[in-house]
């Protein structure tokens, strides 16, 4: 079994690799989803990475495009995991509405909620979220003031359902204002190779 640990700071991913992890997905404060408590973001996270491991890692968080792919290379990552992007392809099993709210969505259209509990996340930004930070802003640390916000059941609902982007919380990272289309897995994957390619041959290599 080949085992990739995710790890949101260099030194739980150190304790990763001590403990015989294949590979380390070193996931960036741009992340959806929780991104830790230390707010480093991908640009300083994979440098460090890079210098402090010896096993192969990849970049994950706030990742959507082609030039990504070879800025991750570059660092010394292996490649990208992405979750927010796949969202947004066809073969995503979600309802369209979601899919078009990631298409619609700005870069900075994405929050934190669970701050205060000590288990941050990253979520998309609609009024329900803000309801939520307005409570945990008002009783910090009270799970339960916020549960009936936050229930699974609510955003199963949305993404398998009613496709309201607005009715619950959900993760989604700074990538969504990257997105500009629904494309195939195949498509993109193939478009994002082939902007990365065309970038590390033709501006890179002229730069030499």
Excluded at 1 to 10: R, T
Excluded at 119 to 139: F, H, P, W
Aim: proline letters at 2%; aromatic letters at 6%.
């Amino acid at each position: 079994m080949f085992v990739i640990h995710k790890c949101v700071a260099v030194r739980h991913a150190l304790t990763a690799q001590r403990m015989g992890a294949d590979m380390i997905s070193m996931d960036g404060f741009d992340c959806g989803g929780h991104p830790g408590e230390e707010d480093i973001g991908n640009w300083v996270l994979l440098a460090q990475a890079a210098q402090e491991l010896q096993i192969p890692f990849v970049a994950s968080g706030g990742s959507a495009t082609g030039s990504q792919l070879a800025a991750a290379l570059a660092m010394g990552a292996e490649g990208l995991n992405m979750g927010t992007r796949f969202m947004a392809t066809k073969e995503a099993p979600i309802h369209e509405g979601i899919k078009e709210a990631l298409v619609k969505a700005r870069i900075t259209d994405t929050t934190h909620v669970f701050r205060t509990l000590g288990n941050t996340e990253r979520v998309y930004k609609n009024k329900v979220v803000m309801e939520v930070r307005d409570i945990e802003a008002k009783q910090p640390g009270e799970f339960e003031a916020i549960r009936h916000l936050v229930m699974g059941e609510n955003y199963r609902k949305s993404f398998q359902e009613t496709g309201d982007a607005e009715s619950s919380v959900w993760s989604c990272g700074q990538s969504i204002g990257l997105i500009k289309d629904i494309p195939t897995c195949k498509d993109l994957l193939e478009s994002m190779v082939a902007e990365a390619e065309d970038i590390i041959r033709n501006r890179l290599m002229s730069k030499l």
